[in-house]
């Protein structure tokens, strides 16, 4: 017994040792099966990590921010470029307004606010006017790209005079207006230049100057601006592991089976393992040292 017990013993110890060579020798496979679960597990660590920050980005309740003074354009690159454009500018009570919406922003009238129209030699209609100075506008931001912070185009300027009622400063009692604005800019001003329009209407309608700007009783509008609301998605907590785990954690076991199966079939081709049966070697033996490495 004691014989038979040192045979399997030693058996062991050759038979692990010899397996030991082969896995250094294919050194490759050893470490794919090695690092395989470890990349696997990083794998998914990471893509939770971006389920998690990608299904996080609720934000029901954003944070409002008030509307600021308008602000001068600034030129790039050496360009110079406009503040405001407008049109028309035959109008008189156009001017003024745009003349007072200077002065509360601090913008240079004809160099920062620069209005454009048709001459008033052309006998245009209305309509034709409207449409001539849409064009107007139009190709002068196409062909002046990135010079032009803002542009405004006042419509009821083309309704003929009496139709509409005026009131203080000769301004209609509904100003109607297009603003034109980059949408593609990180900071289009147009909600700014909403506010300051809106609001230096209803100073002059008002009768007022814009000196009396600051005044308690001078028409002022408080606005604020933010983002559209971001709900908590439904998907949020979503669990890879619990969804792909399956199929992720398949591959480790499927590559040590892949080796470990090429490894046998090898030794069976080569009749390595019938050699080793030949000189005496137990069966037992040789399945435990392969379920063991």
Known sequence: M???RSSFVRQLQVLGKKNLLL?????????????????????????????????????????PSPLQMYPKCIPHNNIPCTSIIYAPNNVKWVNTLMESVSRRSHLEYGVDVV???????MNYNPLQALIHDNDTLNTYIVNNPNTTQ?????????????????????????VGYMLLYN??????????????????VLLLQS????????????????????MFPVPHLRVAGFDIVAAYGGVFFYLPP?????????????????HLRLGMRTMGLNNAVYWIVWWIT
């Open 23 to 63: 896995a250094l020798r294919n050194w490759k496979g050893t470490l794919g099966q090695i690092l395989a679960p470890i990349f696997i597990v990083a794998l998914l660590f990471a893509m939770q990590g971006i389920s998690n920050y990608v299904l996080s980005q609720d934000n029901p309740h954003p944070t």
């Open 150 to 174: 803002n542009a405004i185009l006042f419509t009821t300027a083309y309704v003929p005079s009496g139709v509409l009622p005026t009131m203080g400063g000769g301004l209609p009692l509904d």
């Open 115 to 121: 209005g454009m129209g048709h001459p008033p030699s």
């Open 183 to 200: 949408a593609t800019a990180t900071s289009p001003y147009h909600m700014e230049l909403m506010r300051l329009l809106d609001e230096t």
């Open 254 to 270: 499927m590559i040590t089976f892949f080796i470990i199966l090429t490894e046998l079939v090898m030794e069976k081709e080569t």
């Open 207 to 226: 009768n007022k100057t814009v000196s009396d700007a600051d005044s308690s009783s001078s028409p002022h509008i408080h606005a604020s601006y933010a």
């Open 2 to 4: 004691s014989f038979l």
